[in-house]
Each structure stands twice: as structure tokens, then as C-alpha cells.
């Protein structure tokens, strides 16, 4: 008897001990993917929002406005609570309103971070939510003076290659180099240089050195021919930019000035073929 007593008892603790471990809020984030905040020019800020829910058995109060951040890459991202606080987030219900995350990338590159919101319930389970962000670099297009007698890009604006399949390259595409319509002299670009490396753009010509006459224009031809990437994604953006410049050097070929510059941004689509492409395809902006 006594023997069935302490076994029963022993059941009833740890009835108890299971009970009390299975109470308390447990916030979990809606959706459980990662929050993508996107693609984000280098320098500026994008920002997006994003919220918990409560699949506890008791209501979470959230009193500190600022969330926690994490990981690799916690200095480029931020985020807080939109609303007043402290909040409540009652069982079954989600965060209302929704945090709000930024991501300011400082360099070129896919970056990671977490956020966990502080709850004040010490039984509490919290699931930190996975953020993520691309900065790419924005290259101005058009006019991009330096010094001595302007250049400029026709169109001034960027270059788009469109889609194209990896393992070909796109057709030659133009732009014009301009000498400036009110110019008094001739100017010589002497370096054609990309941005970034490894992008699939390519420069056809003309070769340089080549002058650009006083109030007229050189036509230059450049080709995207995209970067082999894993599959999936099927599809991937690449952009970079190139930069046309007049460059003066003395007889041993060293650099004494650079007079001028101009240059475009350059963006084109590389896919791998799919019998179910992703609808809608993407396209450079």
C-alpha cells in the first residue's frame, strides 16, 4: 500500500512539474520565415515590419520599446515596437501593431541579423526572427564631372541587359559617350573601369584610347554575359556600373590628372531554364 502511495505521489509531482513546464506566453515569429527586407542601396535605409504571435497559454507583456538584436551582422539592422508600451500580446493573438525592422548596409553583400523582443514574464519561451537584407551599390547615372570639361551618358540613365540564360551572353547593347554641346575641345577617354568584379558585363568597344570630338558623341557597346550561380534560385539580379574617364599621364604613363569622368548604372537577369518559371519573372527595376 504504502509502496503505491509514493508511486502515485511521484506521478502527481511530476503531473504538476509537467503542467507548470508547459505554462507561460511562448512567442514565436508570424511568419516563421525570415524577414526579407530586400535589396537596399549602400547608404540608405529600407525598412519593413513584422510581427510574433502568442502560441503560449498565458498573455506576454512586452515593456522595452527597443528589441533585441543579434548575429553576424546585428549593427547594419534595428528594431522597436511601433505601438505604446507596454504591450500585451494575449494567448492566440499576435503582436498589434507590428515592429518595425531597418537594415542600413554599409557594403555591398548579403547580410543577417536577429531581433527578440523583451518579455517580462520570466516562464516566457521567445523565438528570435531571422532578418536578412542585400546592399548593392548605387551608381550614379549620368553626368559625373570631375573636373576640366564635362561628359556625359546617353541616355543618362541605367542600362538594362533584360533576362538572360545562363551560359549565353545578351546581344551587344549601345549607349553614346557625349562631348558636351557648348565643349571647345576634344576629349580623349583613355580608361574604361566596372565597379564591381565578376558581375557578367563586359565593355566590346571601341578600345580605348579614343576621342570624343568638341559638341559630339562616341557610341560604346557593352555585352552581359551572366555569372554561373547555384540552382536554385532560378533566376538572380546582377547590377554594377561602369565609368567612362579622360586621364592625363606623363611620358612614363603615370597619372597627373583626371580630368573627367561619367558614369551608368548597369543591370541584366540571369536564369536557369525551368519547364515552372517563377510568375512574374524577375526583371531588373
Not at 507548470?20 to 526579407?36: I, M, R, Y
Not at 510581427?51 to 527597443?66: C, D, E, K, L, Y
Request: with cysteine.
Amino acid at each position: 500500500m504504502e509502496t503505491r502511495q509514493v508511486v502515485q505521489g511521484t506521478l502527481a509531482i511530476l503531473a504538476i512539474v509537467a503542467a507548470l513546464a508547459g505554462c507561460g506566453p511562448q512567442l514565436d515569429p508570424a511568419p516563421p520565415q525570415a524577414l526579407d527586407i530586400g535589396q537596399v542601396y549602400v547608404g540608405t535605409i529600407a525598412s519593413k515590419t513584422g510581427t510574433w504571435r502568442n502560441s503560449g497559454t498565458a498573455n506576454a507583456s512586452i515593456a522595452q520599446p527597443v528589441l533585441t538584436m543579434g548575429g553576424a551582422n546585428a549593427s547594419l539592422f534595428a528594431g522597436a515596437l511601433m505601438g505604446v508600451v507596454p504591450v500585451t500580446v494575449a494567448k492566440g493573438q499576435s503582436l498589434a501593431p507590428p515592429a518595425v525592422f531597418v537594415f542600413a548596409p554599409t557594403d555591398v553583400g548579403q547580410f543577417t541579423a536577429t531581433a527578440t523582443p523583451i518579455v517580462n514574464e520570466p516562464a516566457a519561451k521567445v523565438t528570435a526572427m531571422t532578418l536578412k537584407g542585400e546592399g548593392i551599390m548605387h551608381y550614379v547615372a549620368g553626368d559625373l564631372t570631375l573636373g576640366g570639361q564635362q561628359i556625359t551618358l546617353q541616355p543618362p540613365k541605367p542600362v538594362n541587359f533584360g533576362r538572360v540564360r545562363v551560359g549565353r551572353q545578351s546581344p551587344i547593347v549601345t549607349f553614346d559617350v557625349q562631348n558636351g554641346v557648348f565643349a571647345t575641345q576634344n576629349i580623349t577617354i583613355t580608361k574604361v573601369q566596372f565597379s564591381m568584379n565578376n558581375q557578367g558585363f563586359s565593355y566590346v568597344g571601341p578600345p580605348p584610347p579614343f576621342v570624343v570630338p568638341k559638341g559630339g558623341k562616341v557610341t560604346v557597346q557593352l555585352r552581359f554575359r551572366p555569372p554561373a550561380f547555384p540552382n536554385p534560385p532560378q533566376e538572380k539580379i546582377f547590377r554594377d556600373g561602369v565609368t567612362f574617364f579622360e586621364v592625363q599621364t606623363d611620358t612614363m604613363g603615370n597619372i597627373t590628372a583626371q580630368k573627367s569622368a561619367a558614369g551608368v548604372a548597369l543591370c541584366g537577369v540571369g536564369f536557369h531554364p525551368s519547364e515552372t518559371p517563377p510568375n512574374p519573372p524577375m526583371t531588373c527595376p
